[in-house]
């Protein structure tokens, strides 16, 4: 594997091919230097579309057979540690498709970042809740057409993300890094403030304390799309859950679902980054074999949520006060 300089992002994605190709312009724009993905039992065609982007050097392709009894994100991250432990990566941070990291210091890139908060073993990175934006129907992309959310992240509702140096580290779950290879690992907020390490040992944990100094958004943050438009937010139920709960978290009108919709007021902030971005998806897409795997995968979702999003199917994915406010 060629090596690469010292930091890299990773996501477990199943049927994500409406995002991969933003989602991957975006990051390498902001200076991640390696970019994982590990992908697990396609139907949308995105696994091919992966294999294209990684021919030509865009991203490291995993094809993550998920074992029994394990969950696709934990199988998928420790297939990246084993994928990165012979390259010279330090840096580590573990999104979803539908987060995209937001930094405000300096130029808004991750070394920016590292010079804030990069003295620590572990980054904390909160959530701000980006909703729908009074989208139903995907409109193509995500960071020029998704502009409301939460006024600010607050701290009754926040979780965190982690960025941390992997190799001093067992294994990371969805939110933080755990089991710690060394004693007392240094954890900051973003703007290099120490934090309590008490959820890097075992225990599933969301959020990092102090809560008033790791929330520190406008410094950095996820910005976490989690309602891009109604009907991608149902699909997801036919997705799948990455830890491999069964819930009605998808839901129209769940609690997930309310928690997550956050259309308060407009937040641009992170479109400073966007002609940038838009400039390597077009130079991605100029590839005919990208372009063809990605084409595949809308018209997939569109056939697909055409013909399952049923009146009576978002019926049964909709909460009774959900279907009545439709």
Same mark, same amino acid.
């Given at each position: 594997?060629?090596?690469?300089?010292?930091?890299?992002?990773?996501a477990c994605m199943r049927n994500e091919g409406l995002f991969i190709v933003e989602w991957l312009a975006y990051h390498h724009v902001i200076g991640f230097d390696q970019v994982v993905i590990c992908s697990n039992d396609c139907t949308d065609g995105s696994d091919a579309l992966l294999d294209a982007l990684e021919a030509i050097g865009a991203v490291i392709h995993l094809r993550n057979k998920v074992p029994t009894g394990d969950t696709p994100q934990d199988s998928g991250m420790r297939a990246t540690f084993r994928a990165l432990a012979p390259t010279e990566i330090e840096w580590l941070v573990h999104i979803d498709a539908d987060e995209f990291i937001n930094i405000g210091l300096g130029d808004g890139c991750v070394a920016d970042?590292?010079?804030?908060?990069?003295?620590g073993d572990v980054i904390a990175l909160p959530w701000w809740a980006f909703g729908d934006s009074g989208h139903t129907a995907w409109p193509g992309d995500v960071l020029s057409k998704f502009m409301l959310a939460e006024a600010t992240p607050i701290e009754a509702r926040v979780k965190f993300k982690s960025m941390f140096r992997f190799r001093k580290f067992?294994?990371?779950?969805?939110?933080?890094? %755990?089991?710690?290879? #060394?004693?007392?690992?240094?954890?900051?907020?973003?703007?290099? =403030?120490?934090?309590?390490d008490e959820g890097l040992y075992n225990k599933k944990r969301a959020k990092y304390r102090p809560l008033n100094l790791a929330l520190q958004p406008e410094a950095a943050c996820i910005n976490h799309y989690a309602v891009p438009s109604r009907d991608v937010f149902?699909?997801?139920?036919d997705r799948g859950d990455g830890q491999g709960k069964s819930s009605d978290k998808y839901h129209l009108g769940s609690r997930w679902h309310e928690i997550a919709?956050?259309?308060?007021?407009?937040?641009?902030?992170?479109?400073?980054?966007?002609?940038?971005?838009?400039?390597?998806?077009?130079?991605?897409?100029?590839?005919?074999? %990208?372009?063809?795997? #990605?084409?595949?995968?809308?018209?997939?979702?569109?056939?697909? =949520?055409?013909?399952?999003?049923?009146?009576a199917q978002i019926n049964a994915w909709s909460k009774p006060h959900a279907r009545n406010s439709q």
């Open positions: 594997m060629t090596k690469s300089t010292k930091t890299a992002v990773m970042l590292l010079a804030s908060a990069g003295m067992s294994h990371a779950n969805d939110h933080m890094p %755990i089991r710690p290879l #060394e004693a007392n690992p240094d954890v900051r907020s973003s703007l290099g =403030a120490r934090l309590s149902l699909m997801k139920n919709n956050q259309n308060e007021q407009p937040n641009t902030s992170i479109q400073r980054h966007l002609n940038e971005t838009q400039t390597e998806e077009a130079r991605l897409r100029a590839i005919p074999a %990208i372009a063809y795997a #990605e084409k595949h995968c809308f018209d997939w979702f569109k056939h697909r =949520a055409d013909t399952l999003l049923t009146p």
